[in-house]
């Protein structure tokens, strides 16, 4: 999601294409935390290791600049979420505090909310039949066409 919502210089790469723009079309989120200054996230072994092995307490701008949800504005891409409402791993809060600051951005989006289903839920078949068919719509509408 940082690639799809930051437009900060200095965390754009220089793979060596200057001439073409890193800025996407769309967003599609699949249960992805967006905001790594929450309790849940801050405590997290895999979130500390992420930051570099720093507590929340050493380095919170770390971990606020490694959240999603503060670098959003009035002109980022459309988003898809799925998420998951018993999801232990990626608490359904991050979702909807994402769902919460792209409404009151005005910046188009659709929230899957997937009841009673836990982390990867997609891995069931009728669950991912779904979760594709709304993706290649969603990105069909969004993402412009190439008319070479």
């Not at 188009?108 to 068919?133: F, I, S």
């Amino acid at each position: 999601m940082m690639i799809g919502y930051s437009d900060d210089p200095s965390l754009e790469g220089s793979g060596g294409n200057n001439n073409i723009s890193s800025r996407v079309s769309a967003v599609v989120n699949f249960y992805g935390p967006t905001d790594l200054t929450t309790d849940f996230a801050k405590n997290q072994e895999l979130v500390r290791e992420f930051i570099g092995g720093k507590t929340f307490d050493e380095a919170p701008d770390a971990y606020k600049l490694a959240s999603p949800l503060f670098h959003l504005t009035r002109d980022d891409p459309p988003t898809l979420i799925f998420h998951g409402t018993i999801d232990s791993t990626v608490p359904v809060a991050q979702a909807d505090k994402l769902a919460d600051k792209l409404k009151e951005l005005r910046i188009n989006y659709v929230y899957e909310r997937y009841d009673g289903w836990p982390h990867t839920m997609d891995l069931a078949e009728a669950v991912n039949r779904r979760c594709v068919y709304q993706m290649e719509q969603f990105l069909e509408e969004h993402i412009p066409k190439n008319n070479d």
